[in-house]
């Protein structure tokens, strides 16, 4: 039995009736419920208890900003600390209040995530009134435009009205706009979509969840959430504003909800919040939603306006619905345990106050502009002392902002504030918009009474809560502000509020409200905290998307992988690459195995597996210049065919790597795979640099296989038919190891005992950490293979190479 | 993540890139003749301005060219980028 849910109305499909428990308890919903209205539609407004006080809590707003609903999903996907207004309902959905913070699941995430990036001339966040106009305007002139809107369905604030456009219901203009949007080819609008990060030059990144709504039914080959990686010319803001409440003592106490949240309830959802209803508001536009709620059916005992004078009209309405309308009163504090059962009214000037009983306390203290991704982009925020809110305080290149989170909050302003904000930006970017056909029109509303900016009501501090989440009250700011903190950042810090969940959309603007009352300051002048990204919560899992597991850093194997493998290689992690460090035989250990094949180089011949190394191929007139300016030693007069090792230096002389040079057919350099892209971009400096005569290009061919030779007998006499050094014919190795380059077997990175010996046998000798003029010798590898014989000697650098390569790599010289 | 126009590829993502220090630094025209606190200061004293300042930059995981740029160290706005040939360009 759903006793607060009204017969008919709302955008939910009563055919269909979903199942869910919550806290172990069954209940019933249906299609287009969250989970929060479904929940309310049987009267449960306590979701779980606060994090320090252990506080009953509930569900304070029909969307992102409130600050109390918080639950855990145990099925069908679980997850924690979600609000119980942003998860829509699906059949079998399990979940239970939470004490303040949630759990992880203790089962992996086998769900997918993904990216995707996108580009457009204009990106418009929200798909309110304002958002889509803009959409249309920009779409209409020929725009790319990406639209998204991080509900259910677009309309925004509509969704949660009675208001007509164009001489109808909103929402059949709204049905209309979307239907159009749909016939551009290059308009992409994405729902469940939430911008949530605003960077550099038009960079905004948005989280789409694709799945959650499916419940059990969800495509399995579908990503669970996107983020979608968007990059416009122009971001228009249009992501609405948040109500704020108003600080009184218990203040916390479920039942006590924002005022246009229960609206949204009503019209979206067809939920009553509650059956006796008192309203306590400084601003109009709470009144829509006592006379709505009236007539729905709720007893609505009075109106608590703040203000000297009610607005005329609102006062009217209410004398007809026989609401009592109270001027110049507050809200002092509230009764109950579990619920809010009673509101406790005083005058203006104190005294002893009136006990109103009631099961939902509706507040409004005006209205925040959604600016959080205007301020990620480094816009300025100023406080406008007539609207009573921080709205946008200059205008920046590439960003705008428009509709309600541009401070315009009736609805006739925001369809015409889209249009002018998609206008500007079409400006901006060159787009040729004029014969735009002018926006629809809504009835105007009724002249607006100035709010009164209430931060609070005075009271014992130590209930006032502030920031519901960290139980931080007002108390925690007259401390921190007693602890000499004279700026909001310091306040926040030092209080939490602002750090929750929810990062402050309701307490922010309030902090800095009752901040800057402490401190005797205008708070336009102490200003607020910045808005950071995120937006809303984002999972890690969403933002690793499928750069997970083998996928987090790619494993890179040479042409030749399958031949180490089918020789029972050990391999090691160098870079990205595997590289086979050992073939034992069976029974053999690594020193074993690594005996075996220097010995086995020593008195024949060895191949090393080359291709993990970075080369950099210098082509051109004057590469062997170049190189000569990159070696200490001499490259130019490298003769074709031949290999020499060097050791490359910057101007500042220190070694920034050695390496060997080849000349044959062309002129290339192998570097070691970690210094190649340093020393590529050093390379390409060289070619810039203008240094040499003639252009040389150095492009980095690292996807090359390369085989080492070297060995006792690596080379045969004599000279092949094109005059080059004769080769030994490797049997037993693949097509891929031919055309490798012979190593040069001792180096000539500098060390006067290391004269080139074209086939000499190569060196497994060094005497560890004596000799590191090229600061990248490895102690390890090098002692591992070292020999007795010591002569000829090239340095440790060099060393370090050939042990390991030649004679750890090959088990079957010819 | 900020957009950085090649001169060779136009607008790309900054993670294409590769900062290189400060640009129009000539190399001496005969490093042997310099005493050693000249040649120090070549290898090693940079300008480090508030404001605008002139660098090099790689576009290493595109075109891979070299090529400059006047930034502004204060708020990482890319005045002006240009070819390693071109003059530095006057930025009010
Ligand atoms: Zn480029």
Request: proline share 8%.
């Given at each position: 039995?759903?006793?607060?849910?009204?017969?008919?109305?709302?955008?939910?499909?009563?055919?269909?009736?979903?199942?869910?428990?919550?806290?172990?308890?069954?209940?019933?919903?249906?299609?287009?419920?969250?989970?929060?209205?479904?929940?309310?539609?049987?009267?449960?407004?306590?979701?779980?208890?606060?994090?320090?006080?252990?506080?009953?809590?509930?569900?304070?707003?029909?969307?992102?900003?409130?600050?109390?609903?918080?639950?855990?999903?145990?099925?069908?996907?679980?997850?924690?600390?979600?609000?119980?207004?942003?998860?829509?309902?699906?059949?079998?959905?399990?979940?239970?209040?939470?004490?303040?913070?949630?759990?992880?699941?203790?089962?992996?995430?086998?769900?997918?995530?993904?990216?995707?990036?996108?580009?457009?001339?204009?990106?418009?966040?929200?798909?309110?009134?304002?958002?889509?106009?803009?959409?249309?305007?920009?779409?209409?002139?020929?725009?790319?435009?990406?639209?998204v809107d991080e509900q259910s369905e677009p309309g925004g604030a509509l969704l949660?009205?009675?208001?007509?456009?164009?001489?109808?219901?909103?929402?059949?203009?709204?049905?209309?706009?979307?239907?159009?949007?749909?016939?551009?080819?290059?308009?992409?609008?994405?729902?469940?979509?939430?911008?949530?990060?605003?960077?550099?030059?038009?960079?905004?990144?948005?989280?789409?969840?694709?799945?959650?709504?499916?419940?059990?039914?969800?495509?399995?080959?579908?990503?669970?959430?996107?983020?979608?990686?968007?990059?416009?010319?122009?971001?228009?803001?249009?992501?609405?504003?948040?109500?704020?409440?108003?600080?009184?003592?218990?203040?916390?106490?479920?039942?006590?909800?924002?005022?246009?949240?229960?609206?949204?309830?009503?019209?979206?959802?067809?939920?009553?919040?509650?059956?006796?209803?008192?309203?306590?508001?400084?601003?109009?536009?709470?009144?829509?939603?006592?006379?709505?709620?009236?007539?729905?059916?709720?007893?609505?005992?009075?109106?608590?306006?703040?203000?000297?004078?009610?607005?005329?009209?609102?006062?009217?309405?209410?004398?007809?619905?026989?609401?009592?309308?109270?001027?110049?009163?507050?809200?002092?504090?509230?009764?109950?345990?579990?619920?809010?059962?009673?509101?406790?009214?005083?005058?203006?000037?104190?005294?002893?106050?009136?006990?109103?009983?009631?099961?939902?306390?509706?507040?409004?203290?005006?209205?925040?502009?959604?600016?959080?991704?205007?301020?990620?982009?480094?816009?300025?925020?100023?406080?406008?002392?007539?609207?009573?809110?921080?709205?946008?305080?200059?205008?920046?290149?590439?960003?705008?902002?428009?509709?309600?989170?541009?401070?315009?909050?009736?609805?006739?302003?925001?369809?015409?504030?889209?249009?002018?904000?998609?206008?500007?930006?079409?400006?901006?970017?060159?787009?040729?918009?004029?014969?735009?056909?002018?926006?629809?029109?809504?009835?105007?509303?009724?002249?607006?009474?100035?709010?009164?900016?209430?931060?609070?009501?005075?009271?014992?501090?130590?209930?006032?809560?502030?920031?519901?989440?960290?139980?931080?009250?007002?108390?925690?700011?007259?401390?921190?502000?007693?602890?000499?903190?004279?700026?909001?950042?310091?306040?926040?810090?030092?209080?939490?509020?602002?750090?929750?969940?929810?990062?402050?959309?309701?307490?922010?603007?309030?902090?800095?409200?009752?901040?800057?009352?402490?401190?005797?300051?205008?708070?336009?002048?102490?200003?607020?905290?910045?808005?950071?990204?995120?937006?809303?919560?984002?999972?890690?899992?969403?933002?690793?998307?499928?750069?997970?597991?083998?996928?987090?850093?790619?494993?890179?194997?040479?042409?030749?992988?399958?031949?180490?493998?089918?020789?029972?290689?050990?391999?090691?992690?160098?870079?990205?690459?595997?590289?086979?460090?050992?073939?034992?035989?069976?029974?053999e250990d690594m020193d074993a195995a690594v005996l075996r094949e220097c010995a086995?180089?020593?008195?024949?011949?060895?191949?090393?597996?080359?291709?993990?190394?970075?080369?950099?191929?210098?082509?051109?007139?004057?590469?062997?210049?170049?190189?000569?300016?990159?070696?200490?030693?001499?490259?130019?007069?490298?003769?074709?065919?031949?290999?020499?090792?060097?050791?490359?230096?910057?101007?500042?002389?220190?070694?920034?790597?050695?390496?060997?040079?080849?000349?044959?057919?062309?002129?290339?350099?192998?570097?070691?795979?970690?210094?190649?892209?340093?020393?590529?971009?050093?390379?390409?400096?060289?070619?810039?640099?203008?240094?040499?005569?003639?252009?040389?290009?150095?492009?980095?061919?690292?996807?090359?296989?390369?085989?080492?030779?070297?060995?006792?007998?690596?080379?045969?006499?004599?000279?092949?038919?094109?005059?080059?050094?004769?080769?030994r014919r490797l049997e037993g190795a693949s097509a891929s190891w031919r055309g490798?380059?012979?190593?040069?077997?001792?180096?000539?990175?500098?060390?006067?005992?290391?004269?080139?010996?074209?086939?000499?046998?190569?060196?497994?000798?060094?005497?560890?950490?004596?000799?590191?003029?090229?600061?990248?010798?490895?102690?390890?590898?090098?002692?591992?293979?070292?020999?007795?014989?010591?002569?000829?000697?090239?340095?440790?650098?060099?060393?370090?190479?050939?042990?390991?390569?030649?004679?750890?790599?090959?088990?079957?010289?010819? | 993540?900020?957009?950085?126009?090649?001169?060779?590829?136009?607008?790309?993502?900054?993670?294409?890139?590769?900062?290189?220090?400060?640009?129009?630094?000539?190399?001496?025209?005969?490093?042997?003749?310099?005493?050693?606190?000249?040649?120090?200061?070549?290898?090693?004293?940079?300008?480090?301005?508030?404001?605008?300042?002139?660098?090099?930059?790689?576009?290493?995981?595109?075109?891979?060219?070299?090529?400059?740029?006047?930034?502004?160290?204060?708020?990482?706005?890319?005045?002006?980028?240009?070819?390693?040939?071109?003059?530095?360009?006057?930025?009010?």
């Amino acid at each position: 039995m759903t006793e607060f849910r009204v017969p008919s109305g709302g955008r939910i499909d009563r055919a269909t009736t979903y199942r869910f428990t919550f806290g172990g308890t069954s209940y019933t919903g249906h299609p287009g419920d969250t989970l929060a209205s479904a929940l309310l539609a049987h009267g449960v407004h306590a979701t779980g208890t606060s994090i320090a006080l252990g506080r009953p809590r509930g569900i304070g707003a029909a969307w992102a900003e409130d600050p109390g609903g918080l639950v855990q999903i145990e099925e069908p996907f679980p997850e924690p600390m979600l609000l119980a207004t942003t998860v829509e309902l699906v059949d079998g959905l399990s979940a239970r209040g939470i004490p303040g913070q949630g759990r992880l699941a203790d089962v992996p995430d086998s769900a997918r995530y993904d990216a995707k990036h996108a580009h457009a001339d204009l990106l418009v966040v929200g798909a309110g009134p304002a958002g889509l106009v803009a959409a249309l305007t920009a779409a209409r002139a020929g725009a790319r435009v990406v639209l998204v809107d991080e509900q259910s369905e677009p309309g925004g604030a509509l969704l949660g009205s009675a208001d007509r456009v164009d001489r109808g219901p909103a929402l059949d203009w709204v049905a209309a706009a979307t239907a159009e949007l749909a016939t551009f080819p290059d308009v992409l609008h994405l729902q469940r979509t939430t911008a949530f990060g605003h960077y550099d030059d038009g960079f905004v990144l948005a989280l789409e969840r694709r799945t959650d709504h499916f419940g059990s039914a969800a495509p399995r080959h579908r990503s669970r959430q996107r983020v979608w990686r968007i990059r416009a010319g122009h971001v228009l803001v249009a992501a609405g504003a948040h109500e704020r409440p108003v600080v009184f003592c218990d203040n916390d106490r479920p039942g006590i909800m924002l005022a246009a949240s229960a609206r949204t309830f009503l019209h979206r959802y067809g939920v009553l919040a509650g059956r006796d209803a008192v309203v306590f508001t400084t601003d109009d536009g709470a009144y829509a939603a006592a006379v709505d709620l009236a007539d729905a059916g709720v007893r609505v005992h009075a109106v608590v306006d703040a203000r000297e004078v009610a607005p005329l009209h609102w006062r009217a309405e209410c004398e007809r619905r026989g609401i009592p309308v109270r001027a110049g009163q507050v809200v002092a504090g509230t009764e109950g345990t579990d619920r809010v059962s009673a509101a406790l009214v005083a005058g203006p000037d104190g005294g002893e106050p009136e006990r109103i009983a009631c099961d939902l306390l509706l507040v409004s203290g005006g209205w925040n502009p959604a600016v959080h991704l205007f301020s990620q982009a480094r816009g300025r925020l100023h406080h406008d002392d007539g609207l009573g809110a921080f709205v946008p305080g200059e205008t920046l290149p590439g960003t705008s902002v428009a509709g309600s989170a541009a401070g315009v909050f009736d609805l006739d302003g925001c369809l015409r504030d889209g249009a002018r904000g998609a206008l500007g930006a079409l400006a901006e970017l060159g787009i040729d918009a004029r014969g735009a056909t002018p926006p629809p029109v809504a009835d105007s509303d009724p002249e607006r009474t100035p709010p009164r900016v209430l931060w609070r009501v005075p009271g014992d501090e130590r209930t006032q809560f502030v920031d519901i989440q960290r139980d931080a009250t007002v108390a925690d700011i007259a401390r921190a502000v007693g602890a000499g903190m004279r700026g909001v950042e310091h306040v926040k810090r030092y209080t939490t509020i602002g750090t929750a969940h929810d990062q402050g959309k309701t307490s922010g603007v309030i902090a800095a409200g009752i901040t800057a009352e402490l401190l005797g300051v205008p708070v336009g002048q102490l200003g607020t905290t910045t808005f950071r990204p995120p937006y809303t919560p984002v999972a890690f899992a969403a933002l690793a998307g499928r750069n997970r597991g083998a996928l987090f850093d790619p494993e890179r194997v040479t042409a030749v992988h399958d031949w180490h493998v089918a020789r029972g290689a050990v391999f090691e992690d160098v870079g990205q690459w595997k590289r086979p460090r050992y073939y034992p035989l069976p029974g053999e250990d690594m020193d074993a195995a690594v005996l075996r094949e220097c010995a086995a180089v020593r008195g024949g011949v060895g191949i090393l597996d080359g291709s993990t190394l970075g080369k950099i191929d210098v082509q051109g007139p004057d590469a062997p210049v170049l190189l000569d300016r990159l070696y200490t030693n001499m490259m130019s007069t490298l003769k074709v065919g031949m290999v020499r090792y060097g050791v490359l230096c910057g101007a500042t002389g220190w070694c920034s790597t050695t390496a060997p040079c080849c000349a044959p057919p062309r002129t290339g350099t192998s570097l070691h795979h970690h210094r190649r892209r340093r020393e590529g971009a050093r390379l390409d400096g060289g070619v810039a640099a203008d240094r040499v005569a003639r252009p040389a290009g150095a492009p980095h061919v690292g996807h090359r296989a390369v085989g080492h030779v070297p060995g006792g007998r690596a080379a045969v006499p004599g000279r092949d038919r094109r005059g080059l050094p004769r080769r030994r014919r490797l049997e037993g190795a693949s097509a891929s190891w031919r055309g490798g380059t012979r190593t040069c077997p001792a180096s000539r990175c500098g060390s006067p005992a290391s004269a080139s010996r074209a086939s000499s046998p190569t060196r497994s000798t060094s005497t560890p950490g004596t000799r590191r003029p090229c600061g990248t010798g490895s102690s390890r590898r090098a002692s591992r293979t070292a020999s007795p014989r010591t002569a000829p000697r090239p340095c440790t650098c060099c060393a370090r190479r050939r042990p390991t390569r030649s004679s750890g790599r090959t088990p079957t010289a010819p | 993540m900020q957009l950085i126009e090649c001169p060779w590829c136009g607008p790309r993502e900054e993670v294409e890139f590769h900062y290189g220090g400060q640009a129009h630094v000539a190399y001496p025209a005969d490093p042997q003749a310099l005493p050693d606190e000249q040649w120090a200061q070549y290898l090693f004293f940079r300008d480090n301005p508030k404001g605008a300042f002139a660098e090099r930059w790689s576009h290493a995981a595109g075109c891979r060219r070299w090529f400059n740029a006047v930034r502004d160290t204060a708020t990482y706005r890319f005045h002006a980028t240009y070819r390693p040939d071109q003059p530095r360009p006057e930025i009010s």
